[in-house]
């Protein structure tokens, strides 16, 4: 298994992946699910097992480097602890590579795996193909009059690129289907190749290769025929559905067969201090009483500068554990929505998406179970103009005040005190929550009825999230052409196209951390409801639409909880 460069199986390398940090790895045996790649002299390749995401990948020479001799040097190039981990677990593999045994059973398999050449002939002379009477396989005699029964594919133990074939028999003698195959549901995807049938003429036949990438849809049709030639009396072989839930939640790792990327732990906030912002402005706290539903990544900063701005607040969250923090600063905890409402005079809400929104106005022991005459209610979720104002008119039926109160800005902003704030609907309760915004804004907009905020809001994140998509599609190009993403942000810094948003982005994406400020999958919604109201105007977005399906293969990927900056993996990859 040695090369011009010496490497062989079970070698302790540093193994890079453009646009990450190297990696320890070990050269190991391609394992049966990874994909064969073309291989040029110049420029040969080496499978890689990347310890700590305990995955495979080939990887170009050039970027492979002995582990020992640069360990020194390549350490400290990365500081994330999935990379520390991986450090450690290579370290105890030098100590005690037994234990470790476990992990490489894909590499034994394919080690092990039958010459399929030998074992398609030994099928085309009608014998059995090696190994199989000896490990006790069940045997399969189906019928030859039409069609091969589904049932004759169940003891199916690996499959390969070798093409099935079925020969010509008489209604009483029976094949033997001893070809050792595996049906790995995770991924099914169908090549062309050749067989030869009986009489001499080339007939097409289908091969089963897993390959979720290239698939074309998550479910094969219920019944599929390869081979069929009816002047032979050839027997139609048909395979069953392999629907799986599995295939549909692949871990992003496998995708890509990279390591995979962490997202880097939520730091706490830190409750015992407060922002220049804040202190600057002199803010005269109201003598209203207010409440606070949801403390996620926006609530957390926004009910902690109130807090310290000296509101009185009363919170109340679905995980009751994040509220104790709060507690432990004069927050006053609520049991359910109903009881936030009955507390106070006005109650914000700040949750994930409209559905959760409408969960809690509509939902057991919500909004609309409290007295609501007199009481402010005010939206700050990020929802579509419909659901506002469905909440809206329930609040207003009970005697109640409505203000949809649209943020614009992240976790930093929110932490900060300067977000801002578009908000339309009740103009009274607008202003007494004025001192409330001051806390938590730099700027406030009221823009009048109920609506006009939610649209606003979605026609700016819809502009974020197409920006959003251009860096990550620029930096992946810079990076595909061999220039330094850095130099690329250097530069655009200088010219008109300069915006803080590109800068903190940009640095996320060369980092390749993407600690979440604001999520991936709550970008990708709005993108969603900015395109839903788009529809009901009759009002055409394609790069929009094109932005959407970017973010929408990331967040399936498995990052819709990392920042909307790790769309970059998507369009790198």
């Known amino acids: 298994m040695s090369d011009s460069k010496g490497y062989a199986v079970n070698d302790l390398v540093w193994a890079k992946m453009k646009g990450f940090s190297p990696w320890p790895g070990r050269i190991a045996v391609p394992p049966a699910e990874l994909r064969r790649i073309a291989v040029k002299k110049s420029n040969p390749v080496q499978c890689i097992f990347f310890f700590g995401s305990n995955n495979y990948a080939w990887i170009e020479e050039t970027q492979i480097k002995p582990y020992v001799e640069f360990k020194d040097k390549l350490l400290n190039l990365c500081k994330t602890a999935q990379f520390k981990d991986a450090v450690r677990q290579i370290e105890d593999f030098m100590v005690n590579p037994e234990k470790y045994q476990s992990l490489f059973t894909g590499e034994n398999e394919a080690a092990n795996r039958p010459d399929p050449d030998a074992e398609f002939n030994k099928l085309r002379e009608g014998g059995s193909a090696s190994g199989t009477e000896e490990s006790g396989e069940a045997e399969h005699s189906p019928s030859v009059n039409n069609t091969t029964t589904p049932a004759a594919l169940e003891s ?32 099914v995807v169908t090549s062309p190749a050749k067989m030869r ?57 496998h995708l890509l067969n990279r390591p995979t990327v962490a997202r880097p ?39 902690k500068n ?23 600063v004069g927050a006053v905890i609520a049991d359910t929505p109903s009881d936030v409402v009955e507390m106070t005079d006005v109650t914000y809400s700040c949750v994930s998406d409209p559905q959760v929104a409408k969960d809690l106005v509509f939902g057991n022991c919500g909004v609309m179970s409290a007295t609501l005459s007199g009481k402010g209610y005010v939206e700050m979720t990020g ?20 203000l949809e109160a649209q943020l614009q800005g992240s976790k930093n902003q929110a932490e900060e005190g300067t977000l801002i704030i578009l908000a339309s609907g009740d103009r009274l309760l607008f202003e007494d929550c004025q001192s409330c915004f001051e806390a938590i804004s730099r700027n406030s907009f009221f823009l009048g009825d109920v609506g006009n905020a939610t649209k606003m809001n979605l026609v700016l994140q819809m502009i974020s999230g197409i920006s959003l998509t251009a860096i990550a599609e620029g930096l992946a190009l810079a990076d595909r052409a061999g220039l330094q993403q850095k130099d690329v942000l250097e530069v655009m810094e200088l010219t008109t196209m300069s915006s803080e948003m590109f800068q903190e982005k940009g640095n996320a994406i060369i980092k390749g951390e993407f600690p979440t400020h604001q999520a991936l999958k709550h970008m990708q919604k709005d993108l969603k409801l900015a395109l839903s109201l788009a529809d009901g105007l009759e009002q055409s977005l394609p790069i929009a639409a094109a932005s959407n399906e970017v973010f929408k293969h990331a967040k399936r990927l498995g990052y819709g909880s990392h920042d909307a900056s790790a769309v970059y993996v998507r369009a790198r990859f």
């Open 306 to 328: 109130l807090i310290k701005s000296g509101h009185s607040v009363v919170v109340w969250n679905r995980t009751a554990s994040k509220c104790r923090k709060f507690a432990d």
């Open 156 to 187: 199916v133990e690996e499959l390969g690129s070798t093409p099935l074939s079925v020969k010509k028999t008489s209604a009483k003698k029976k094949v033997r289907a001893s070809l050792p195959i595996k049906l790995n549901v995770d991924k």
């Open 265 to 303: 732990a939520t730091p706490e906030i830190d409750m015992s201090s407060v922002s220049d912002a804040v202190q600057s402005r002199n803010i005269k706290a109201s003598d209203l009483k207010f409440g606070f539903l949801g403390l996620g990544i926006m609530g957390c900063g926004i009910v």
């Open 383 to 402: 929802v579509d103009p419909e659901t506002s104002q469905d909440i809206a008119e329930a609040i207003i039926s009970k005697g109640g005040r409505y």
């Open 197 to 253: 049938a009986p009489g001499g003429k080339a007939k097409a036949a289908t091969t089963l290769l897993l390959d979720d990438e290239t698939s074309p849809s998550a479910t094969p049709k219920r019944k599929k025929k390869l081979g069929n030639d009816s002047a032979t009396d050839l027997a139609s072989l048909v395979i069953d559905s392999y629907s799986s839930s599995i295939r549909r939640n692949a871990p992003i790792a």
